[in-house]
């Protein structure tokens, strides 16, 4: 029904709403919203999306349109030049979509203010990048301004503005008493939306975008709302590295009167995480630190863990195997794998997982090839019939992702 739509779309002549050549489609399902846009926006430069939070006021005329550049030798015309991927934007297709804020981000994958909040269920801090939904929103405790926050942190600072210091000098600014530093709105800020334990977070990669909207003074109280802006993977520079991702945050200080006081985007870098549980399972003998944490996420995306259920279950038993594919959302501890034998050794630190894979594998080179050889035959006994089991398997997989429920899960995940 959705490629049928989309299909419709794409030949309707332009329509009225507003300007002639607006593409103007009504819709109130953000993530058809999503793909139409996608599939549409190589023949349109204005696309219009209705539903019934912005039907009343939008009419699509005046639109805004990317500012073209004009390019050339030494930048005539104030323009730029033209080398590298810089030009080649400039003959690239453009097309500027109008919608609420809450679709605009389904079709972008980045928040845009004023969309709809996500519960994280628990803190995005203690979330991996993949499981990371844009629009994941958390709402933090409040906390009242002090006189002695103000003057404290003039003095840490040795920032002496005399806004912030001297009362009597307020006379012709806009300020209506001691005022409060921004920095340490945002500082607060930090303070009410971090999550101090160690987890997924890495480190904070910078601030961008930060605005002080509005005079802080002693006795307001400020609460934050963080939301996940944006999600950006990264690939592995060397092969000892591990697998990461930039996450952008969209920081919102409000006041007692909900009115925002100061906005700013704080970039972090995560940790990733991969497909690991089956390789866990189909391995012979597994090291882990305390940090590699295990869940089975199929069901959570409409599907199931199919084609890797059989090496997890030959390898931790039915039991935890059921436990792991039904609560699919859960993660699992490293002394929890060991326990069902998943992981063989777990160790605290990085450092001494590798100093045990050394002198394991120094010692497992010493042992007989041809015992080794035997000894696997017996440990994979009764796995014969695995190629038919798998290709059984694959097509419930596969038959489960065509399914409309598999392409809203999976597409809410992704987003």
Same mark, same amino acid.
């Given at each position: 029904?959705?490629?049928? +739509?989309?299909?419709?779309?794409?030949?309707?002549?332009?329509?009225?709403?507003?300007?002639?050549?607006?593409?103007?489609?009504?819709?109130?399902?953000?993530?058809?919203?999503?793909?139409?846009?996608?599939?549409? $926006?190589?023949?349109?430069?204005?696309?219009?999306?209705?539903?019934?939070?912005?039907?009343?006021?939008?009419?699509? &005329?005046?639109?805004?349109?990317?500012?073209? %550049?004009?390019?050339?030798?030494?930048?005539?015309?104030?323009?730029?030049?033209?080398?590298?991927?810089?030009?080649?934007?400039?003959?690239?297709?453009?097309?500027?979509?109008?919608?609420?804020?809450?679709?605009? %981000?389904?079709?972008?994958?980045?928040?845009? #203010?004023?969309?709809? #909040?996500?519960?994280?269920?628990? &803190?995005?801090?203690?979330?991996?990048?993949?499981?990371?939904?844009?629009?994941?929103?958390?709402?933090?405790?409040?906390?009242?301004?002090?006189? $002695?926050?103000?003057?404290?942190?003039?003095?840490?600072?040795?920032?002496?503005?005399?806004?912030?210091?001297?009362? %009597?000098?307020?006379?012709?600014?806009?300020?209506?008493?001691?005022?409060?530093?921004?920095?340490?709105?945002?500082?607060?800020?930090?303070?009410?939306?971090?999550?101090?334990?160690?987890?997924?977070?890495?480190?904070? #990669?910078?601030?961008?975008?930060?605005?002080?909207? !509005?005079?802080?003074?002693?006795?307001?109280?400020?609460?934050?709302?963080? %939301?996940?802006?944006?999600?950006?993977?990264?690939?592995?520079?060397?092969?000892?590295?591990?697998?990461?991702?930039?996450?952008?945050?969209?920081?919102?200080?409000?006041?007692?009167?909900?009115?925002?006081?100061?906005?700013?985007?704080?970039?972090?870098?995560?940790?990733?995480?991969?497909?690991?549980?089956?390789?866990?399972?189909?391995?012979?003998?597994?090291?882990?630190?305390?940090?590699?944490?295990?869940?089975?996420?199929?069901?959570?995306?409409?599907?199931?863990?199919?084609?890797?259920?059989?090496?997890?279950?030959?390898?931790?038993?039915?039991?935890?195997?059921?436990?792991?594919?039904?609560?699919?959302?859960?993660?699992?501890?490293?002394?929890?794998?060991?326990?069902?034998?998943?992981?063989?050794?777990?160790?605290?630190?990085?450092? +001494?997982?590798?100093?045990?894979?050394?002198?394991?594998?120094?010692?497992?080179?010493?042992?007989?090839?041809?015992?080794?050889?035997?000894?696997?035959?017996?440990?994979?006994?009764?796995?014969?019939?695995?190629?038919?089991?798998?290709?059984?398997?694959?097509?419930?997989?596969?038959?489960?992702?065509?399914?409309?429920?598999?392409? !809203? $899960?999976?597409?809410?995940?992704?987003?």
């Amino acid at each position: 029904m959705e490629d049928v +739509q989309i299909a419709l779309g794409q030949r309707l002549a332009k329509t009225t709403i507003g300007d002639p050549q607006v593409e103007g489609v009504r819709m109130a399902d953000d993530n058809l919203a999503k793909e139409f846009v996608v599939n549409a $926006a190589h023949s349109n430069g204005r696309i219009l999306v209705l539903n019934e939070k912005c039907a009343r006021e939008s009419t699509g &005329h005046g639109s805004p349109m990317p500012m073209l %550049t004009h390019g050339g030798p030494g930048r005539a015309g104030g323009g730029e030049e033209m080398g590298g991927m810089r030009g080649v934007k400039h003959y690239m297709q453009r097309c500027a979509v109008q919608g609420t804020p809450t679709t605009l %981000t389904a079709v972008t994958n980045q928040y845009q #203010y004023g969309g709809k #909040y996500k519960d994280p269920g628990k &803190h995005p801090f203690r979330k991996y990048f993949e499981e990371l939904a844009v629009g994941d929103t958390e709402i933090t405790a409040k906390r009242t301004v002090t006189e $002695a926050d103000i003057v404290n942190f003039a003095n840490v600072s040795w920032d002496h503005f005399y806004a912030h210091t001297d009362v %009597t000098s307020l006379e012709g600014t806009t300020f209506e008493q001691r005022v409060a530093h921004g920095y340490f709105i945002l500082s607060a800020a930090a303070g009410l939306f971090v999550d101090a334990a160690k987890g997924p977070v890495l480190l904070n #990669y910078g601030i961008e975008e930060c605005r002080f909207t !509005k005079p802080v003074y002693a006795g307001m109280t400020i609460g934050v709302r963080l %939301t996940v802006k944006e999600k950006i993977a990264q690939e592995k520079r060397e092969d000892e590295d591990f697998r990461k991702g930039i996450v952008k945050f969209l920081v919102d200080v409000y006041d007692e009167t909900d009115e925002t006081v100061a906005i700013a985007t704080i970039l972090t870098m995560g940790k990733t995480v991969g497909g690991g549980v089956g390789l866990a399972c189909a391995a012979d003998y597994t090291m882990a630190t305390q940090y590699a944490s295990v869940k089975l996420s199929e069901l959570a995306v409409g599907i199931g863990p199919f084609v890797v259920g059989p090496a997890v279950e030959r390898k931790i038993g039915l039991s935890a195997f059921s436990q792991m594919a039904i609560n699919a959302t859960e993660w699992q501890t490293a002394d929890w794998a060991k326990q069902k034998g998943m992981f063989t050794e777990v160790f605290k630190t990085t450092e +001494q997982l590798d100093a045990y894979i050394d002198a394991f594998t120094e010692r497992l080179s010493t042992m007989n090839p041809e015992a080794m050889r035997l000894l696997k035959k017996v440990f994979w006994q009764n796995c014969d019939h695995w190629d038919e089991l798998l290709e059984e398997r694959a097509a419930m997989s596969g038959q489960l992702v065509l399914s409309e429920f598999s392409k !809203k $899960a999976i597409g809410q995940f992704l987003s």
